[in-house]
């Protein structure tokens, strides 16, 4: 690269050098005289010129000694920046002297620099290769490198080598100016595009005159001032990969490097922890780029974005296996993830596994363009300065339709590209394989293996991991096709509006971070702001004619307004970029502020979902996200949030109606920390919010649950059910239900205080996460709560306004008249009371059917809640005889009609029974059976937390899945729950009417319900419709395993019996002709699981086990194999026959109207919130020690 490397001849000694580090006298040329020369004197007579050499060139001796640090050799740890040309120069010097200096002075694509010598980390200058406006040979070997107002020369040994200088620079200034033609880095003239995160004034040790300092991405850049930073003209900059910084006192702080140690001042002790906030921040991202980034910048073509040839490229598409520029991701996002997957090297760490990175270095851009970009046209080739709709356009062609790939020979004729493809994933040409791929060979075709089907097994099986990972990768990926439509619903390809705004603004340091403390006012910069041509730009004054920075309206993915008096400025709003970046801006006026919030939400919002701007709004933007059943694929929505309602404009669907987020059934985050997903789900809908951009998404997670929790102390501003009842009410209620009503002196007898107000408070904060469980709260303890809660709401149940009229109807003499009164007055109030009282007074009713133990009848029930509810002191007995007058004409005053009360009778019979059957065990259970059914197959994905009520049945549950997730039933789909047992690998439709709770409770951790198609129903039925009788015999072959104190007894294999199966029993014999039966079992306590688990070898695949429990609780099974599949269902369809009476199947009416099951009177499916799982586990397991107890009593 250069011809000369060997050092100078040390005329000064290194420590005087090291001093004379960054003394400016000589980088001054021309009229700035007066400067330099007071730069050079400033630092006479500081002790080692303000560094700390010494102690650092003792510990780190090897380091210094070292060639240049920044030209290491490319994959060590710092060259980032491929070096030009470094060489060997003579500088001019300073005015008014004429020996020119020894330097060395280094060319990169971004920078010129000098140093004293090319051991030195730090340079004395540096000089952006895009403020460069000229090179001029000026005679005797010299040339001068010319920018806008300073002019820097240079004497090169001979001619040749000073043309080659000029030619370098030259080129590297076409290059530049080729890249930032119409970029932001042009038109700014400052160094990169990149915007600062931070930048400002600090006294540096050893300097007269404060710095002015920049942090931008991975490095720290020093200016002598804020002039020279614009001109883009610095000392030097310090790479943070090596860079480590701690705070020294309140004020100072110190950035070590193995070089150095920059000791830094700041004016505050606040403004100090922003400096060192933000260098810790460009040492994350340093970091993060070195791991990733620079291991697959290793091969030479992923350096340049594949798509436009930038340098540098950061993100990737991952199935594409190409490394891109960031405006080209902003792009490839555009096309979808079926086209294409965009990860960032630097954000997305977990994504790049070994075996990506080494299928990045084996692929990567040469292979991909070789493939991709084979017949690019020179007239339709992009540039890194290409504008979006040009970028857009070239990435349609290129990978969507396909237009520039090298066609494969095989093009065209499936049969032969898919041979092809199971033939190349079983060797390393993986170019092969991205060919075929990219020509249409289907990558789940038929191998013709059975043992390796897919190209995918057989790669596995050939052991070509970077094959698989490939294969994988591509798994969703769709086939590039000339004719392709252009997704409509792709609105970052619809051109956004065009909306202009300007004005002042007060903006602060753009951040990577949630701000989550509040910004003083002095934090604020005053900027010039301009809203136009899609892009917000901000400068130093009106009159300024080239931006400090700007964000572009495309790259903007949330726009958000903090309440009022968050920050030092009254109204502030936060914009959040794609590039994880968040601005803040204040104002002082609230008309201005919405004024601009407004205008900047229509510029970055497509019109598809510009209803979103019809109201006001906390929190705007675009999510990915996944909902209903299909949740293959994100797709990315557009979300508003104001108050707590969250609406959403999905791209390929109608408006949504908004989500309540107060009413959610469950609000919970998913996945890992790097890979969270929030999951909403409302009655009938499931979303789930994907965690893909860290900054937003965490801005979303935050104003969602606030949103979603309990806003006020009034009973609306609750967190309610789906019944409109608030979930605080329903929790102490369901629990004194499932736990209280026949605890003595329920309601009457109070809680212990302090335990009662703990819980209160916690139900307040968030009831929907509070689980109350038997043995950790006390009846009492519950009771007290909620009373409290009742007694003190601001505007009562009854509420002040209607309180008395209430009073007054208790007095009225004629019974009848009295109960219409009451009627009357209940369709007055507000409907969250209105729903609250009938809960209440509901469960009050159940109480009192339980005076006999609980000793708490009517009358004592009114004495206690009259007071509560009407906030009275008791004196008079008025309200404690409304409160007595709605327990008694409960049926009437509620119109509660028969089958609802049936209902509730029923469901709380099971619960008492069940609880004398827990407690005759010695077990408990927990006040809430929250269960998780899965639907269609067990995964993560399908999981749904249901609340199961006693009186439940497997067809409600199924219903309820199916509801849930908006599941449409057509006809002879027969969707059933299945109890599905792993270890025995059996599972076991359960029967339409069956209740699930007992089932539940004897459900081991190894078994869970799943909600899927009956697939033999219909054969089923149609064979029972086609015979007579209700018998069945034949021979079948069968193997008994007896399980006696957990201690499995295996007997032998499979052996040939007779078997009859009648309305009463099952008969096992010898043979037919045998007279007396082996067995017989009581048809009726016989389960029967469709399966065979296969360590028993079953002789066929058409197997069932049968579970039969003794009366001494012993628990038997036998399996039994039939020779067809026919067999096998006509058998288990009599068993259903005969265990049901020959109810097999619901009639379809019967199941259209329960289909929205309208009237659950306590029984509200709420679902609590994930993390019971455990808990009911644990209730779970507690019940298996006897796992049918439940089961005979219910
Ligand atoms: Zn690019």
């Keep these: 690269m250069t011809k000369k490397e060997e050092p100078p001849p040390s005329r000064v000694p290194r420590a005087v050098r090291v001093a004379s580090l960054l003394s400016e006298g000589e980088e001054l040329s021309g009229d700035d005289r007066g400067d330099e020369e007071e730069d050079d004197h400033a630092y006479e007579g500081v002790p080692n010129g303000g560094w700390h050499t010494s102690s650092l060139s003792l510990s780190l001796p090897s380091t210094i000694a070292a ?23 003579d500088k001019n010097p300073p005015q008014g002297s004429y ?29 952006s290769v895009a403020c460069i406006s000229h090179v001029a040979a000026i005679g005797d070997q010299k040339f001068e490198v010319i920018t806008n107002n300073r002019t820097f020369a240079f004497r090169a040994e001979s001619d040749v080598e000073r043309k080659e200088w000029m030619q370098a620079l030259q080129q590297a200034m076409a290059e530049q100016r080729a890249r930032a033609r119409l970029s932001s880095a042009y038109l700014l003239g400052v160094p990169g595009s990149e915007q600062p995160d931070r930048a400002g004034s600090l006294e540096l040790r050893g300097f007269k005159n404060k710095l002015y300092v920049a942090v931008v991405g991975d490095k720290v850049q020093l200016y002598k001032n804020l002039e020279e930073y614009h001109l883009g003209i610095g000392i030097t900059f310090i790479d943070m990969s090596v860079g480590n910084v701690k705070e020294v006192d309140r004020r100072s702080f110190d950035l070590t490097t193995p070089y150095r140690i920059f000791s830094f001042s700041a004016d505050s002790e606040l403004e100090k922890e922003q400096w060192l906030e933000a260098m810790q921040g460009a040492i994350a991202e340093a970091l993060s780029t070195s791991e990733v980034a620079e291991r697959i910048w290793a091969a030479a073509p992923n350096r340049f974005c594949a798509d436009c040839g930038a340098p540098q490229p950061d993100w990737a598409s991952i199935n594409l296996c190409v490394v891109i520029c960031k405006r080209c991701a902003g792009e490839h996002r555009g096309l979808g993830a079926g086209v294409s997957k965009v990860r960032s090297l630097k954000m997305d760490r977990k994504v790049w596994t070994e075996t990506l990175i080494e299928l990045f270095l084996q692929l990567g851009n040469g292979a991909g363009n070789r493939f991709w970009a084979a017949n690019v046209p020179p007239s339709e080739a992009l540039q890194p300065s290409s504008s ?11 990978y969507r339709e396909g237009k520039y790939r090298r066609y494969h020979p095989l093009f065209g004729n499936q049969e032969e590209l898919d041979k092809a493809l199971c033939a190349a994933v079983t060797t390393t040409d993986l170019a092969e394989t991205q060919a075929l791929l990219g020509c249409g060979a289907g990558i789940n075709c038929f191998s013709g293996d059975p043992e390796a089907p897919t190209p995918l097994a057989l790669a596995e099986q050939a052991g070509q991991t970077l094959q698989m990972e490939f294969l994988r990768n591509n798994r969703t990926t769709e086939v590039p096709r000339l004719d392709s439509m252009k997704p409509l619903e792709k609105h970052y390809s619809v051109v956004l509006p065009t909306v202009s705004h300007s004005g002042f603004l007060y903006k602060t340091a753009s951040a990577g971070k949630l701000l989550q403390d509040r910004r003083a006012r002095e934090e604020f910069s005053r900027r010039w702001c301009v809203l136009g041509d ?4 901000y400068f130093e004054n009106e009159r300024a004619v080239t931006p400090n920075g700007e964000i572009r309206a495309s790259e903007i993915v949330c726009l958000a307004v903090p309440p009022p008096d968050t920050h030092g400025f009254e109204h502030t709003f936060e914009v959040y970029t794609e590039g994880e970046r968040l601005y803040l801006f204040g104002l002082e006026s609230a008309e201005q502020a919405h004024e601009w919030v407004k205008c900047i939400a229509k510029a970055f919002v497509p019109p598809l979902a510009e209803d979103l701007l019809a109201r006001d709004f906390e929190r705007l933007g675009r999510l990915p996200y996944k909902a209903g059943l299909s949740l293959q694929r994100a797709q990315e929505g557009w979300f508003s949030l104001s ?18 987020l107060r009413k959610l059934q469950e609000l919970s985050i998913q996945g890992d920390s790097e890979n969270q997903v929030l999951v909403l789900v409302e009655r009938r809908r499931t979303l789930y919010i994907q965690g893909e951009r860290r900054l937003d998404f965490m801005g979303w997670l935050g104003a969602i649950q606030k949103a979603a929790a309990s806003m006020g102390d009034t009973l609306s501003e609750q967190q309610l059910g789906d019944s409109d009842i608030p979930v605080i009410v329903y929790r102490c209620v369901d629990y004194i239900t499932q736990c209280g009503l026949t605890s003595e002196g329920i309601y009457r007898k109070c809680g212990q205080t302090s335990k009662t107000q703990r819980l209160l408070e916690s139900l307040r904060q968030d009831a929907r996460s509070v689980h109350l469980k038997e043995g950790e709260q006390h009846v009492d303890d519950v009771s007290s709560a909620l009373k409290r809660f009742l007694r003190d709401l601001p505007d009562g149940l009854f509420t002040r306004a209607q309180r008395l009229t209430w009073l007054e109807a208790s007095e009225i003499e004629d019974e009848e008249e009295k109960v219409s009164r009451y009627r009357e007055l209940l369709v007055r109030l507000p409907p969250v009371n209105r729903a609250t009282v009938k809960a209440l007074i509901s469960h009050l009713y159940c109480v009192q059917c339980f005076s006999d133990t609980n000793q708490m009848n009517v009358h004592n029930l009114a004495i206690v809640f009259g007071p509560t509810l009407f906030q009275t002191d008791g004196q008079d007995y008025k309200a404690g005889r409304v409160v007595e007058d709605l327990i008694n004409h409960y049926v009437v005053v509620f119109s509660v009609d028969e089958e609802e009360l049936r209902k509730q009778r029923e469901e709380i019979t099971a619960i008492v029974k069940m609880r004398v059957a827990g407690t005759a065990s010695g077990t408990q259970h927990a006040g809430d059976f929250i269960c998780t059914v899965y639907l269609e197959e ?9 609340k199961i009520p006693a009186s439940m049945t497997a067809e409600e549950l199924t219903l309820e899945i199916l509801d849930r997730r908006n599941v449409g039933i057509r ?7 299945f109890e599905v047992n792993e270890r025995e690998e059996a599972e076991r439709p359960l029967h339409f009417a069956e209740k699930v709770l007992p089932i539940l409770h004897g459900l081991g951790t190894d078994s869970h319900l799943v909600v899927k198609k009956h697939q033999a129903m219909e054969a089923m039925l149609l064979y029972l419709a086609s015979r007579v009788g209700d018998t069945k015999h034949g021979m079948m072959k069968f193997r008994e395993d007896r399980s006696l104190l957990g201690l499995g007894l295996p007997s032998g294999g499979f052996h040939d019996r007779y078997f009859i199966l009648n309305s009463s029993c099952l008969r096992l014999y010898k043979e037919v002709r045998s007279h007396r039966p082996e067995k017989e079992w009581p048809v009726k306590s016989l389960k029967v699981y469709l399966g065979v688990k296969k360590k028993l070898r079953p002789p066929t695949c058409w197997g069932f086990t049968v579970v039969h429990e003794t009366e001494k609780h012993e628990k038997q099974q036998w399996y039994l194999c039939c020779d067809t599949q026919m067999e096998l269902r006509e058998w288990f369809a009599t068993f259903l026959f005969v265990q049901h009476d020959g109810l097999v199947w619901p009639s379809e009416p019967s199941r259209v109207s329960r289909a929205v099951p309208e009237v659950r009177l306590g029984s509200v499916s709420l679902i609590p919130l994930r993390g019971s799982e455990n808990e009911m586990r644990r209730s779970v397991a507690a019940f298996t020690a006897d796992p049918l107890s439940l089961l005979r009593n219910v």
């Excluded at 994959?75 to 980032?80: E, L, N, V």
């Design 67 to 89: 060639p240049h640090p920044m030209d290491g050799p490319p994959g060590g740890s710092t060259p980032i920046t491929p070096v030009i040309k470094a060489g060997w120069l």
């Design 99 to 127: 020996i020119y200096q020894k330097r060395w002075v280094r060319l990169d694509t971004d920078h010129l620099r000098y140093f004293d010598s090319n051991k030195d980390a730090y340079s004395k200058r540096f000089i």
């Design 388 to 398: 979006p709709s040009t970028r857009r356009c070239h990435l349609e062609a290129k």
């Design 534 to 537: 899609g892009v917000l730009s």
């Design 643 to 660: 108050g707590s309602e969250l609406r959403a404009v999905f791209p390929d669907g109608p408006c949504e109606e908004p989500l309540q």
């Design 938 to 946: 067990k995964k993560a994905e399908t999981e749904q937390h249901i």
């Design 971 to 977: 006809e002879k789909d027969y969707w059933t729950c």
